[in-house]
C-alpha cells in the first residue's frame, strides 16, 4: 500500500490566517495576470512596436537646436520643429540653446573706428 499524497504549500496565506487570508481571498482575483490567446498576444506585441516606434519622432523649439547621433556620433544638426529620424536606440537627439545671431547691423564708435584704423570720414574731409 502507498502513502497517501502529501499536500504542496501554494506560498499564499491559508483560510486560518485570520484578516491577511480574508482579504487574500478578497482581492486574490486582481493580482493574477490575464490570459491571452494569439490575438492578445499579438495586440500587446503590436503596442510594443508602436510605443518603440514613437521614439523616432522628436520636436526643436524655435529657441533650439537638435543634433542627431547614431550610435554616438553625430549625423546633422536639426532645424526648429518637427523631425523623424531611427527609433532609439539606433538614433538619439541632444538639445542645446541655438546662439543667438544679431540682425541689426552695428555702427561702430567714434573711438572704436579710430582704433581699429577706420575713422569716419566727414564733409569736410572730402
Do not use: C, N
Not at 499536500?7 to 491571452?36: C, V, W
Not at 537627439?93 to 561702430?108: G, H, L, T, W
Amino acid at each position: 500500500m502507498s502513502p497517501p499524497p502529501i499536500a504542496k504549500d501554494r506560498g499564499g496565506p491559508s483560510e486560518s490566517s485570520g484578516l491577511i487570508g480574508i482579504l487574500f481571498e478578497s482581492f486574490g482575483g486582481m493580482l493574477r495576470l490575464p490570459r491571452f490567446d494569439w490575438r492578445g498576444r499579438l495586440l500587446v506585441f503590436g503596442l510594443v512596436v508602436v510605443a518603440w516606434a514613437s521614439t523616432a519622432i522628436y520636436r526643436v523649439q524655435p529657441d533650439e537646436q537638435g543634433v542627431v547621433m547614431r550610435f554616438g556620433a553625430r549625423i546633422y544638426t536639426a532645424r526648429a520643429g518637427l523631425g523623424v529620424h531611427w527609433p532609439y536606440p539606433i538614433d538619439t537627439v541632444q538639445f542645446s540653446k541655438a546662439p543667438k545671431v544679431d540682425a541689426i547691423e552695428r555702427q561702430d564708435s567714434p573711438a572704436v573706428a579710430a582704433a581699429s584704423g577706420r575713422a569716419r570720414r566727414t564733409e569736410s574731409s572730402l
